[in-house]
Each structure stands twice: as structure tokens, then as C-alpha cells.
């Protein structure tokens, strides 16, 4: 199995004049993959953790002419990831957060919706 050093270590051979992976969409998705096996090694929880089948479903734009990714590579270390998130426990999600929980929210204020509108005396008055 995989470590979250073991992904953020990984050197992937680089290409120019055979066909490759967009560098930068291969490494924003590695590092979601670092950000959730972190969170499933220490137990904390995250928000939005790739799981086995966000990787499997992850496609790349390819390069010719320019620099990329191998793109043998590549896919060999996404079918490790994949196996090690199938085996390893669920990444914890942190619960949704109720009214009352969202900071600034005025008292029985519903997240998403705008406070009622205060009139012209309440807001000089602080009321």
C-alpha cells in the first residue's frame, strides 16, 4: 500500500516528442490524492477526498510537442493509488454544519439565505 510520502515522492519521467499528460492536471490531482491519504493516516477528516473510482474516472489532456508526463507512468502509480484507497478505511467527511455552527450568522439565520433586512433606525441604533 501507498503512503501519502510515497505519492507526494513519486518522480514521473517527463516527455517532449512522444505523447504525454498535462503536468499540471496530473499533479492537482496527486496532490488531492496526498491531501486524503493524510487525512485517512492521522484520522482527521476533509472535505471533497478522492476516492478509488474519482481516479479511475480521472482524465488527463495529452501533450505532444510539449512537456508531459509519461503517460505509462502515470497510469501505473493511479492504479496503485486506486488499490490502496479500495483497501484502506473510508476517508472521514466532517459533518454538515448546522445554523447555528455558522460563524456570523445572526440567530435562526438559515446558511445560504441573506439576514432580513434591518431598517434605517435599527442600523443606526445597532438594533
Excluded at 62 to 77: H, I, N, P, S
Aim: no cysteine; glycine share 8%.
Amino acid at each position: 500500500m501507498l503512503t501519502a510520502d510515497d505519492v507526494q515522492q513519486a518522480r514521473l519521467p517527463l516527455t517532449k516528442l512522444t505523447e504525454g499528460y498535462d503536468k499540471d492536471e496530473v499533479d492537482d490531482l496527486l496532490a488531492k490524492v496526498v491531501a486524503t491519504l493524510r487525512a485517512v493516516e492521522s484520522g482527521t477528516a476533509i472535505d471533497d477526498p478522492v476516492t478509488a473510482d474519482g481516479v479511475l474516472q480521472a482524465r488527463f489532456q495529452a501533450t505532444k510537442f510539449r512537456e508531459g508526463y509519461a503517460q505509462d507512468a502515470v497510469d501505473d502509480l493511479l492504479d496503485r493509488v486506486m488499490t490502496t484507497l479500495r483497501e484502506r478505511p473510508a476517508v472521514p467527511v466532517p459533518p454538515p454544519a448546522s445554523a447555528a455552527q455558522v460563524a456570523g450568522a445572526p440567530d435562526g439565520a438559515v446558511p445560504g439565505l441573506l439576514a432580513p433586512r434591518r431598517s434605517w433606525w435599527q442600523r443606526v441604533l445597532g438594533g
